[in-house]
């Protein structure tokens, strides 16, 4: 096993980086990883109160740096990969954190049963991090059968400040089988959109659920009014109207200005 050990925010944690195979510990632990999301996510959950939910937790690195940077939440996982889950319990193991991070080994949508996780071609010699729920979110090489939840029925009876999303083009399922939880505690919401993202209902659920939009770029988070796909900003945040001033100090925080566009005729 290689550890990697990583300084992120004056703390510190280590990371199996399987022989250099995960190429995310390796950006992590040389700080250059999606830029701004790490350290607005971690800043925003110093700042909120409540449970951090990783969905799609891959290697288990956010999960890790949140029992980390906020020893006293709780932080609740979701992975449904068989390989990465493994070196996401070493990842635990090896930080002394087996019990403090809760794992569930299951895919997270808008119904509850089985479904089909399309893994793509292995021979990148990668840890994988890019299976999908999505059939069309590229070219399988494989398929295996999962189980699937919405989360509104995993019943997480705790208070939940903040969200990760990442699950290749399914987010929109995961938060329209989450609006229940959304409704109930007003998470901050940090979400990836990339080509295949249902772009247009989650701008409908962001209205009827009264969130914000914002597409994150390394040097700016930008406010379109509606989801847009953006190259530089595959990450989002997604913001409770009323929690609009909490957000912009965690933005002011981190040095990342907020953006309005505007259309002119």
Known sequence: MSILHVNFAGKTFDLDSSDGMDAVAQQIAAGVYEAPLPF???????RVDGAFIDVG?????????ASVLAPDRKVIAFEPLPPVLDIFRKN??????????????????????????????????????????????????????????????????????????????HEYAFLNGARETIMRDRPMIF?????????????????????????????M???DGEVLFDNAAWNHALVPIERLTKFKEVCDACGLPMLRRFHLS
Do not use: C, W
């Open 40 to 46: 607005l996510m971690m800043a925003t959950l110093l």
């Open 57 to 65: 937790a891959n290697t288990g690195i956010y999960s890790i740096m």
């Open 92 to 169: 635990l193991s090896i930080n002394g954190l087996q019990d403090k991070v809760e794992v569930h080994e299951v895919a997270l949508s808008d119904r509850n049963g089985v479904a089909s996780l399309h893994i793509p071609d292995p021979r990148h010699g990668l840890v994988e991090t890019s299976a999908s729920l999505e059939s069309e979110f590229q070219q399988p090489h494989s398929i295996i059968e999962v189980p699937v939840k919405r989360f509104d029925d995993v019943n997480v009876s705790d208070f939940i400040g903040v969200i990760k999303a990442d699950i290749e083009g």
């Open 191 to 219: 979400a990836e959109v990339v080509g295949p993202a249902k772009r247009g209902p989650m701008n409908a659920l962001l209205h009827n659920v009264g969130y914000l939009d914002f597409r994150l770029r390394p040097d």
């Open 221 to 223: 988070a930008i406010h």
